[in-house]
């Protein structure tokens, strides 16, 4: 079902695909290469901007086209049409040799973005923030080691987040009005043969889909952790999902390079379905922070 898109794009560790649904664009990173991609499926077109710093997740922005882009420094500003940019709101605190990796404009209108040490033999160093529309910006966790898997039901009243090499992933209450997090408690705990939970989706039927890093697959789990589905990916390494395309209804997913590997590629084409016999799942529109003009 799924197959390998933009056959000259190449990633070392691409990351956060986003879907544009106003201008029928794929966002995505790679954080190595320090690079950020705009890809056109429909026509196999793509543009790419390099970064002075890793980046590591992109938010969409409300009226646009500016994109918010998270790097070492903080969240910057970004302009595709004309390549403006600006570091917008800074981490505080950020400690030498960290970096930010997973992250998503939330319910609440703000951007979480989760940090960790960039290192294979990390710590549980790293936190969770969350930057506010006024650019201010709050620590919402501590102690984690790699932040995943970040995303919200359809009505916004239940955050996830995964804490990739415990295998763990987590569900809290969520207030979309105020950004509080409350009640964490376990929700899915994959299996070693099921891989690491890396990045996730959540589909508008409110299953939670999460790649399987390792395991070359993205899972799926309904709400109450119940298994929703499968989807061999033609990559094991694979990273992050979303969902995209004109109807929402298409998986892309993106992939990093191991093992001898020049390079990984981006994956798109699947339909999921929870239930064979029913119709494909459909994502929700990725959401977007409001900025004033600058």
Not at 46 to 63: A, M, R, V, Y
Not at 79 to 104: H, I, M, V
Not at 133 to 151: C, F, H, Q, S
Not at 259 to 264: H, I
């Amino acid at each position: 079902m799924m197959h390998r898109l933009f056959p000259d794009l190449g990633f070392v560790l691409g990351e956060s695909p986003v879907w544009d649904d106003r201008a029928s664009r794929l966002y995505c990173v790679d954080i190595e290469a320090r690079r950020l991609y705009r890809l056109d499926p429909a026509r196999g077109s793509f543009d790419s901007f390099d970064w002075p710093e890793k980046i590591s997740c992109i938010g969409l922005t409300d009226p646009g086209p500016e994109l918010l882009v998270a790097g070492v420094s903080g969240l910057w500003r970004f302009n595709p049409e004309t390549g403006a940019r600006q570091l917008w709101a800074a981490f505080p605190d950020l400690p030498a040799g960290q970096r930010p990796n997973d992250g998503k404009v939330g319910p609440d209108g703000a951007f979480w973005v989760g940090t960790m040490e960039d290192r294979n033999d990390r710590g549980p160093a790293g936190r969770l923030y969350r930057f506010d529309p006024e650019g201010g910006v709050r620590v919402m966790a501590e102690g984690l080691t790699t932040p995943n898997g970040l995303d919200w039901s359809p009505d916004g009243r239940r955050m996830y987040r995964a804490e990739t090499r415990a295998l763990e992933i987590v569900q809290y209450d969520f207030d979309p009005e105020t950004g509080t997090v409350s009640a964490p408690r376990p929700f899915v705990r994959l299996a070693p043969e099921q891989g690491k939970p890396d990045g996730a989706a959540v589909a508008a039927d409110g299953s939670y889909w999460v790649c399987g890093i390792y395991a070359g697959t993205v899972w799926g789990f309904h709400p109450d952790g119940r298994p929703a589905g499968s989807v061999a990916i033609g990559a094991t390494m694979v990273t992050m999902p979303c969902f995209g395309g004109a109807a929402l209804d298409q998986l892309y997913v993106t992939a990093l390079a191991q093992d001898g590997q020049a390079s990984a590629g981006l994956f798109g084409g699947a339909a999921l379905t929870a239930d064979p016999a029913a119709r494909p799942l459909k994502g929700c529109p990725a959401r977007r922070m409001r900025l004033a003009p600058v």
